[in-house]
């Protein structure tokens, strides 16, 4: 799509966003330390410096604010509205993390301040080697993670609704959700789907397990028509879903009742923008903090603790819940 619109890539030292993924699964940030964020750092100060970069935008590169003011150039920051310092709502903990059963039974209240104190001391302890390299290059240390991902100018990619601030600086601004609008010719297979079946649309992205949702080759399932994205190993391979690598998901909903996601950002916008409900097992923390947002706006529900019996029931309640536009 980048080069298809003209522009030219270039080729930088980053992390390994694979083993990034893992480590996040069991909120194990060791990944953030001093020789990687080292290596990679000066890797986007050579870049900077070779292409006589005016402007430097990232969307939360951990060290490209350091490379950034290194180089003396303007940093614009793209963000999820969960990651600011002024979030106006509780990042809650993660399901999966081991605290959160000893939290379930306290009142709301005390859950919230206790999840904050913690969030507090993982930010600061995520931000010391950052705070490390720093001063290597004497630069002025920065109090927690937050702050650290931040830029001269931070622009929102997401709706206020959703995800809503409190005491913005004129530094941030909302910009909305930034999603690709790419040609509809890639969609003409749609026309293939029966026109007297429901469809539901599956869509997990790059962190996905797909083996959770095998139920689905079921018989039972074949009253409707499934249509799979990105499941590259093909476990869902009944009469009546049809896999395919890479969808036109906008157009494809268009067409939906339902779809079941990993609660990414961009496929979840999606759903809203095309009134889809959407039902979500996530794969980390963060699409966590996204589905809790369409669980209170009445757009989606966390699937990640239901039973077979709760899919059946949930997936033909989502059919029938209507979904507002409110943008």
């Known amino acids: 799509f980048v080069l298809q619109h003209g522009y030219k890539t270039f080729s930088c030292q980053q992390f390994d966003v694979k083993y990034v993924m893992e480590c ?27 292409l006589n970069a005016d402007l430097v935008i990232g969307d939360v590169a951990p060290t490209l604010k350091i490379a950034a003011q290194i180089t003396g150039i303007q940093y614009v920051s793209l963000l999820n509205g969960y990651m600011t310092r002024y979030y106006a709502l509780n990042r ?4 999966t993390h081991f605290i959160y059963h000893l939290l379930s039974g306290l009142p709301p209240a005390m859950v919230a301040w206790l999840t904050n104190f913690g969030e507090n001391i993982s930010f600061k302890k995520i931000q010391q080697p950052f705070n ?3 001063l290597k290059y004497r630069l002025l240390p920065l109090p927690n993670y937050l702050y650290e991902i931040e830029g001269n100018i931070n622009l929102i990619c997401d709706l206020p609704k959703l995800f809503p601030q409190k005491n913005l600086p004129s530094s941030f601004q909302f910009i909305g959700p930034l999603i690709y609008q790419y040609h509809e ?7 293939e789907i029966p026109s007297n079946k ?37 476990v869902l391979s ?10 036109n998901l906008a157009q494809l909903l268009k067409r939906s009742g339902l779809m079941i996601c990993h609660g990414g950002n961009g496929t979840i916008y999606h759903g809203i923008f095309n ?20 669980e209170r706006i009445g757009y989606g529900k966390s699937a990640d603790k239901f039973t077979e019996q709760d899919w059946k029931i949930e997936i033909e309640a989502g059919m029938m819940t209507y979904v507002s536009r409110f943008f």
């Open 24 to 50: 996040s699964k069991k909120f194990d940030f060791s990944w953030l330390n001093k020789p990687t964020l080292d290596s990679i750092m000066l890797a986007q100060v050579a870049v900077i410096k070779q």
């Open 132 to 134: 490390s390299l720093r």
């Open 92 to 95: 809650k903990i993660s399901r």
């Open 275 to 294: 009134q889809v409900y959407m039902l979500c097992l996530s794969s980390h923390f963060e699409q966590e903090w996204n589905i809790d947002a369409l």
């Open 185 to 191: 010719e890639n969609s003409s297979w749609l026309a």
């Open 238 to 247: 009944a009469t009546h879903i049809v896999s395919r690598d890479f969808v």
């Open 198 to 234: 429901k469809v539901i649309c599956i869509s997990l992205g790059s962190t996905g397990d797909w083996t959770k949702l095998g139920f689905l080759n079921d018989s039972y399932y074949s009253k409707y028509t499934i249509v799979a994205t990105g499941d590259t190993d093909k």
